[in-house]
């Protein structure tokens, strides 16, 4: 899965496992993993979508990415450097070069604090700036994220701002350090389609005019299409498909990347005729398979002499599209 371009970022072989709480009757809890095995990278000026349903691991990942927590297995790396183990220094460099928008504009802000201490308060930290250069910087991330006039917004508090101005607000305060690297955590699933298109268009002009590379984390197959230029899918932890959002989505080798498009709404349809029908209506009994596919048990291609032994291969279906599924081969026939 390697690129033509220096990746940004790396993640090599990353695992994490969770310790589920354990019964009242004083029963031991179990392991839950989040990621495992997960190698991805991201080329500069690139945005990378990483798809995949609720508990598939992609907003672990993502706070791993921003040092919100530690891998306890694999690698990663920033511009060829690993991050594992960083401190003092080093970490607080590392922290102005990726910042993350996270999903809920109502929690991510302050509720005390005017617009203009939100934003200022990442270059006071980091001390970016003389003291009487911050407020223009602030002024000059607002008005880049779509708060214009910024002297109107500067002074407000959160609760005075609509949901899709917020956001914009937590895109500036992201934006105003200038980071190399952006973890936008399904910044549109709460705003309405109309401002989730405005929010799209200013990571597009981020990347343009300051060539950020940026890691959008989503469930929408859709938003990932319009706004990414490739695209990985996520299940359970494991990365099941790579490639181009055209590729991808155009002509999606997994099985269960078929089911996310089947599930995708469609404009004007009143039936529910899958196009693809991968989707078990009732899922396999038992645990998934901890050496096969995961997504086995609710796979109606899925063979148990096959994707219950062991996790497949990555295969190319066509440049840069690569697909980890047993039975590859037969889908694209089919397709």
Avoid at 9 to 15: A, F, I, S, Y
Avoid at 21 to 39: D, N, Q, T
Avoid at 140 to 152: I, V, W
Wanted: charged share 20%; proline share 8%.
């Amino acid at each position: 899965m390697s690129q033509a371009t220096p990746a940004i970022l790396e993640l090599k072989q990353v695992g994490k496992v969770y310790q589920s709480r354990g019964s009242l009757l004083g029963g031991r809890g179990r392991e839950v993993v989040a990621l495992k095995e997960l190698s991805i990278s991201l080329n500069r000026g690139e945005i990378f979508g990483l798809v995949g349903e609720s508990g598939s691991g992609k907003t672990t990942c993502g706070r791993l990415i921003v040092g919100l927590e530690r891998p306890d297995s694999g690698d990663i790396l920033l511009e060829g450097e690993s991050i594992i183990g960083l401190k003092g220094g080093a970490w607080r460099r590392y922290r102005r070069k990726v910042q993350m928008i996270f999903q809920d504009p109502y929690q991510s802000l302050n509720p005390q604090l005017t617009i203009l201490d939100s934003v200022i308060e990442p270059l006071v930290t980091n001390r970016i700036g003389r003291p009487e250069e911050r407020p223009a910087l602030v002024l000059e991330a607002l008005k880049a994220a779509g708060l214009s006039p910024p002297e109107e917004f500067a002074p407000r508090f959160p609760h005075q701002l609509s949901g899709g101005q917020r956001q914009r607000v937590a895109i500036a305060r992201a934006m105003v350090q200038k980071p190399s690297l952006v973890v936008a955590d399904e910044p549109t699933s709460m705003l309405d389609a109309s401002y989730s298109a405005q929010i799209f268009e200013i990571l597009l002009e981020m990347r343009e005019q300051r060539g950020t590379g940026i890691l959008f984390i989503t469930h929408s197959l859709a938003a990932a299409r319009y706004l990414c230029d490739r695209i990985g899918v996520i299940y359970r932890g494991r990365l099941m498909e790579l490639g181009p959002a055209g590729e991808v989505i155009g002509n999606p080798g997994h099985p269960y990347t078929q089911a996310l498009l089947d599930a995708t709404p469609k404009f004007g349809s009143t039936g529910e005729i899958p196009r693809y029908g991968t989707l078990l209506a009732v899922p396999r009994p038992g645990e998934p398979p901890r050496q096969g596919c995961p997504f086995f048990p609710r796979c109606r291609l899925g063979r148990e002499d096959l994707c219950a032994a062991g996790f497949p291969e990555w295969s190319s279906l066509s440049p840069g599209h690569q697909v980890a599924c047993h039975r590859w081969k037969e889908i694209a026939a089919a397709a």
